[in-house]
């Protein structure tokens, strides 16, 4: 074999890596966010909180309160107005509360947004259930509009005794730019039903 064939195939073998190597790391770009929910919700870092409705227990432990703070902010220079009914509360682990988020669109625009929780310390996100909550879907609102956005949830009786104060935070985004125009209108649609 001459110089210039050793050179076209260790040529043809590193274009052939390359190109498996680009295709390993794009599908581990797209596996990155479950396998990030899946570790949160494991370790209970990053304050995520359960998305599945647990069942509340039966029984409530009336010998512990846990104070439950609630801040509410919005992404960069966003024109809405959001906060939550209370900024704290105090609740009896294995007991269920509810509350409302109040919200206000004082842009010119139709938006979409998505509110991203996210409670601290970390650890105590294990025992902090989400029922119900405005977080699990999109939020269309049209200019000027208004809404109460509902909350339900409990502290899980079993949350260690360290934990005497527990810190729900939102941050509402603006996704409209990341929606589809056919899907946009639905939401409008859908929410004046």
């Known amino acids: 074999m001459t110089d210039k064939q ?7 073998k590193l274009v052939k890596k390359l190109v498996l190597t680009v295709f390993f790391m794009f599908g581990f770009g797209f596996a990155l966010v479950p396998l990030y929910d899946v570790f949160c919700d494991i370790t209970g870092l990053n304050g995520k909180t359960s998305n599945v409705a647990a069942v509340q227990s039966d029984s409530v432990d009336k010998t512990r309160i846990i104070s439950v703070e609630f801040i509410a902010r919005t ?3 966003l024109p809405w107005i959001f906060k939550p009914e209370v900024k704290k509360m105090n609740v009896h682990p294995g007991e269920m509360h ?3 988020f109040l919200v206000k669109n004082n842009s010119v625009d139709n938006m979409v947004v998505q509110a991203v929780p996210s409670v ?3 650890i105590a996100a294990a025992y902090f259930n989400k029922i119900e909550c405005f977080c699990f879907n999109q939020q269309p609102l049209e200019q000027g509009q208004a809404a ?5 949830f409990y502290i899980d009786k079993d949350i ?3 934990y005497t104060t527990v810190t729900l935070s939102y941050t ?5 730019k990341n929606i589809e125009q056919d899907e ?7 929410n004046k039903n």
């Open 184 to 190: 946009f209108t639905k939401l409008f649609a859908d």
């Open 6 to 12: 050793t050179t076209q195939q260790d040529t043809k």
């Open 120 to 122: 601290s310390p970390g």
């Open 75 to 77: 992404q960069g220079n």
């Open 148 to 152: 109460d956005l509902g909350l339900q």
């Open 172 to 176: 509402l985004f603006d996704i409209s």
């Open 160 to 162: 260690p005794p360290e």
């Open 98 to 100: 509810q509350l409302n």
